[in-house]
């Protein structure tokens, strides 16, 4: 097993790409940059490629593969190994995160080819990468930290990648900050699980979390303690309410960015990391109801407030906020599997949906209004066909991926909760409309662009490719679960089982037994309809008569201000947060505490030291007889003090 | 026989009347000399305690003494020779420029 057992070599090759060239790549060509940034990332994914292949001829007890490399910390009875772990979970995001990064760096070579930042660029993805796959490698909680604050280090870097503007440096930083609240609930639901358990290791923990007697719904236990402060973490990192308002904000980095990090690949990580703890969520019940909430409550919510937006690329920010809380309302519902599906078909479209609108961008000069695209469709044709085929994918039109994986979810919350089943059927209406929304306004109707100032021109090849690639993934990538449909076998679901039924045999055994026949219905089943809704009522409004949206944002002033206001939450915050937290630190932390006590103790001691120093100058007269009269005085007091002691 | 505690007593005040001349004394020449004054008195005081108590190690410690005053003597006078060419004084309250 070669690759399995140097799994550190998958990590490490991106890692190799980001210090040559971020440490040598000062005097480089762009060439060599390109075939370093790009060579790393193609042998990362062939290396998981490989890795995958081998753990495929597994025998089933080798399963999880855990390979330690080396002890990394050891402090009393804390150990923490620096080891690596590959079940199928790991293996579907590591080949989501290295395939689709891939396909990323491609398209950025041609996106970012003319940027001054180009080595700087690469660089900081490449270091993603490496850190994006210890995260989804690590073996146990502590290296699963270090790659969630490494990625997080990257998202600020490349969401602040424009340093010069004063925007995108604000952006980064918001983004730094709110996910330092996140981070901080999961290293304390880290501790607290080292407090429980005494190891961190995924292997120890989870099978003695699913062990142990579920704690009673309603009753905050320590299972539950664990389960809220783990998913407090992932709230910050997956862009959940109330954590949410940083990934619109970050649309500020460059447009690779976003599909890779802030659609893809980081922001999932949050949701993996509740799917490789779902033994703890699942004896947590009260825990799980949170996450379900607030998984559909920010699915709703963030498609409302897409609905109105005019940026392109923030109407795909709210919208990978709301799929994200479709996988959190999965997990809440207990189908860790199908939230885990949905991430990766969410990978593919909304990863093409972020790279076209990038194509749309480039096309366009820079423009990123909707307002001032329009009839693009014959201008950029492969960019409009592999978007159209992503929009068909998150709409859940029938066949393509997201209508498996979006199928799935919402059949598993019917289960559990008709409330959360029916927000959710909503929301699937509200995406489908934002969605065609952004497809019309962007490639149908007339051009409302000055011909003579943009130069619309489709984009190069190495753009051009990763989309295609992404489509067809778009359009194939849920096929693994179609045999369902006939009443055969959910092939994804199969897959995943062995991780998910340790310890989760309840629900599993549930999910399975809900048969094809549903899934049947579901074809043409609430989903699906509410989908057509919000293609016809698009449709209707942006095609049919382009003055409906005007005459309805005027006649219904009051919701159209609240919702383009983005329920003026950045304002709350601001007003009950950031503003005290700004005094206190202005008034209490610094002119108080940093000015007076401990810029005062520095300096009140700096003033002693001089002033008992000015004295004792005094004795330093350079006369020889009294520094002979002081020896005398000291030998003198030295002896009788020696005779008195003696005496 | 002149009891020990004699020649100590006068060890003694010799020791203390080089400590007072080297301290009151203005005059480098006159201080030098209260330094040998004072080592000459640690020499009384060695040998008054060699026959008091009939060991040679006494005696023998005077002539390292004797022999570091001598040379302290030689190494001393050049010092203020040059200090008296340097400065045209032999008033230590002048040569100061320690405190520099």
Request: with cysteine; glycine share 10%.
């Amino acid at each position: 097993m070669p690759v399995l057992t140097y799994l550190w070599i998958i990590p490490l090759l991106p890692l190799a790409g980001a210090a040559a060239n971020g440490i040598f790549g000062r005097n480089w060509s762009k060439g060599t940059v390109t075939t370093v940034a790009l060579s790393s990332t193609t042998l990362a994914f062939a290396a998981a490629l490989e890795a995958v292949r081998e753990f495929l001829s597994f025998p089933a007890d080798q399963i999880p593969w855990i390979k330690s490399y080396f002890t990394w910390i050891t402090a009393g009875t804390f150990r923490a190994d620096f080891a690596l772990q590959v079940d199928q979970l790991t293996v579907i995001m590591l080949l989501v995160v290295t395939g689709v990064g891939w396909l990323i760096h491609i398209y950025s070579s041609g996106y970012m080819h003319d940027d001054p930042g180009y080595r700087r660029f690469f660089s900081y993805l490449n270091l993603f990468m490496f850190f994006m796959l210890v995260l989804i490698l690590a073996g146990n909680y502590l290296l699963m930290f270090v790659g969630w604050e490494g990625v997080g280090l990257c998202s600020y870097l490349l969401i602040g990648f424009y340093f010069l503007k004063q925007s995108a440096t604000n952006a980064g930083n918001k983004a730094f900050w709110v996910n330092r609240i996140g981070d901080f609930g999961f290293i304390l639901g880290v501790l607290l699980i080292f407090r429980t358990f005494g190891t961190l290791d995924f292997a120890a923990v989870l099978p003695r979390a699913a062990a142990m007697p579920s704690d009673p719904s309603g009753h905050v236990g320590v299972l539950t303690a664990i389960a809220l402060l783990l998913f407090v973490g992932a709230t910050g990192k997956s862009a959940q309410i109330p954590l949410y308002i940083w990934l619109p904000d970050a649309m500020e980095g460059p447009t690779p960015v976003s599909a890779l990090i802030h659609a893809a690949t980081m922001v999932t990580a949050g949701v993996y990391m509740v799917v490789r703890s779902h033994a703890i969520f699942l004896n947590a019940p009260t825990a799980m109801q949170v996450v379900g909430i607030i998984g559909c409550a920010t699915a709703l919510f963030a498609a409302t407030i897409g609905l109105v937006q005019t940026d392109i690329k923030k109407v795909l920010a709210y919208s990978t906020v709301s799929q994200l809380g479709y996988m959190f309302l999965a997990c809440g519902v207990g189908a860790f599997g199908a939230g885990v599906f949905h991430l990766m078909t969410h990978a593919f479209f909304k990863g093409l949906l972020f790279l076209a609108a990038g194509s749309v961008i480039h096309a366009m000069g820079g423009e990123q209004d909707m307002r001032k695209m329009g009839g693009l469709r014959k201008k950029i044709p492969v960019t409009f066909w592999t978007m159209f085929m992503a929009t068909l994918a998150i709409a859940g039109a029938p066949g393509f991926s997201g209508f498996f994986s979006k199928d799935e979810i919402l059949n598993e919350a019917q289960h559990v909760s008709p409330v959360l089943w029916g927000l959710g059927i909503l929301t699937a209406g509200l995406t489908s409309f934002y969605m065609f929304r952004l497809l019309f306004l962007t490639f149908f109707g007339e051009q409302r662009y000055d011909e003579h100032h943009v130069h619309v021109h489709e984009s190069p090849k190495n753009m051009l490719a990763p989309l295609i690639v992404l489509a067809i993934l778009s359009v194939c990538g849920g096929w693994m679960a179609a045999p369902q449909l006939w009443g055969g076998v959910n092939h994804f679901k199969q897959f995943l089982a062995p991780v998910l039924d340790t310890a989760s045999a309840s629900a599993a055994s549930e999910s399975t037994g809900g048969g094809g026949s549903e899934i049947v219905q579901a074809l043409f089943g609430a989903p699906v309809i509410a989908g057509l809704l919000g293609f016809l009522l698009a449709w209707w409004m942006y095609i049919k008569s382009p003055e409906t949206p005007k005459k309805l944002a005027a006649s219904l002033s009051a919701p159209y201000k609240l919702l383009s206001g983005k329920y003026f939450i950045d304002a709350l915050y601001a007003t009950v947060i950031v503003r005290p937290l700004v005094w206190i630190s202005d008034t209490i932390l610094w002119h108080c505490i940093d000015d007076g006590v401990i810029d005062g103790a520095v300096n009140g001691v700096a003033a002693v030291s001089r002033e008992s120093g000015d004295r004792l100058r005094r004795v330093n007269s350079g006369n020889v007889r009294s520094y002979a009269t002081w020896i005398i005085v000291g030998v003198l007091v030295f002896t009788s003090l020696l005779l008195w002691m003696v005496a | 026989m002149v009891p020990t505690s004699y020649y100590l007593v006068l060890s003694a005040v010799l020791f203390g009347l080089g400590v007072i001349a080297f301290v009151f004394k203005r005059n480098i020449i006159t201080i030098f000399m209260s330094i040998e004054l004072m080592l000459n008195a640690v020499n009384l005081a060695f040998v008054s305690f060699s026959r008091a108590l009939g060991q040679l190690q006494g005696q023998v410690f005077v002539f390292f003494v004797i022999v570091v005053a001598a040379a302290e003597a030689a190494v001393g006078l050049a010092i203020i020779i040059l200090i008296n060419r340097n400065r045209g004084t032999l008033n230590v309250e002048r040569v100061d420029s320690l405190k520099d």
